[in-house]
């Protein structure tokens, strides 16, 4: 049987607002994500009559997520991400695979909803760095980076 593979055309981001009344926010033109990942602490367990170092795995480190975008001043998510940045805020991030276009649901307690018909990665974080990019012959364009703050979630389709 053959892997099959998942194209990135269609990806999407969402973040869940922090206003009163929680919210499913699309992050709007967003060009890649990167970092999802994180390195395990290490611990050293290595005896004095030991030949080499030996060690254990210890806490998970999560890393931080890039996510370039073409930024807009109109465009309302950008506007609550510079929110974000100025605020501090943590939120909780969905990245939405394209094997499905069903975005997440979010009630009024803030408890978030996947359907079963679309792969999700979800995590909590805060803008560490929201920086403004401009060039020649370009449009103007920021590298937001997201500090995660916990471990992620992955929400496989059905």
Known sequence: MEDS??????TELWFVS???TPAIVKVGCPTGVTGLGGSRNQIDVTCLDSAEMQYEPGMANPSTVSVPINFDPQNVSHEELLDMFDNGTTVHWILGFSDGTAPPTVDGSGTVTYPSTRSYIDWFGYLAD???DAALNSVYKTNMTIQRSGARGFHKKA
């Open 18 to 20: 922090d206003a009163s």
């Open 5 to 10: 593979k998942i194209k990135t055309q269609g």
């Open 130 to 132: 929201f920086p403004f």
